[in-house]
């Protein structure tokens, strides 16, 4: 099926370990993005892609790092990972001249657990 | 800055029962606007837009209309089932999108 693929879909690491949630899309789409959920927070943007090459911090960059490998993949990189990052990750892809007609599709998310 | 706030939930009603979630805007420019739903442990599924002023988004049964004079885009149905139980974003776009911080609705039998 068409769409963004995220994996894993649930991770516990322990406070310090490292690990990269990896994201494929297969639509073609120039343009990435990783958020985070918590609860009464909504979706906040890590960082993002606008198209292969380049990356740009959002809101929270700050415990992160990306790679846009190539078009279809971008993952995002936890070097020390801390209690604070326990959240729900999600990627998304978007064409970015239709972005205002077609919003952005979403992967299934990745459950992250820090202890 | 562009933002969204939403009326704050969760929000609880019996199966058959009207809904309205509240959402309104702070932008420069002329943003589309859009609702998203998600499903418990699934992602963001687009659910409707509008992108410009006086437009309805509709799909499922849900309606918004984008007002610009009150910069709202208000959620709406007239008989929620218990299948529309979950998590409802608004959304706008500007040099990104920017959401709110969701609503969640649950329908009971």
């Known amino acids: 099926n068409a769409g963004v693929t995220q994996t894993p879909k649930f991770q516990v690491l322990k406070t310090g370990q490292s690990m990269t949630l990896q994201c494929a899309q297969d639509m073609n789409h120039n343009s990435m993005y990783w958020y985070r959920q918590d609860p009464g927070m909504g979706l906040r943007l890590i960082y993002y892609?606008?198209?292969?090459?380049?990356?740009d911090k959002g809101e929270v960059p700050n415990g992160y790092n990306v790679s846009r490998l190539n078009k279809r993949e971008f993952s995002l990189r936890l070097e020390s990972a801390a209690p604070s990052q326990t959240s729900v990750y999600f990627c998304a892809s978007s064409e970015e001249g239709s972005r205002i007609y077609y919003g952005y599709t979403f992967g299934s998310g990745t459950r992250l657990t820090v202890v | 800055g562009n933002s969204v706030t939403q009326m704050e939930g969760p929000v609880t009603l019996s199966e058959e029962a009207f809904l309205t979630i509240n959402c309104t805007y702070t932008a420069t420019g002329y943003p589309s606007l859009f609702w998203y739903v998600q499903y418990p442990g699934e992602g963001l599924q687009l659910l409707l837009k509008a992108t410009k002023a006086d437009d309805k988004g509709s799909n499922k049964g849900f309606e918004a209309t984008y007002r610009k004079e009150t910069t709202s885009f208000h959620l709406e149905k007239g008989s929620v089932q218990v299948s529309d139980s979950a998590v409802y974003f608004c959304a706008l776009t500007g040099n990104q999108f920017y959401f709110g911080t969701g609503t969640s609705l649950t329908v009971i039998p």
């Open positions: 892609s606008a198209s292969e090459g380049t990356t």
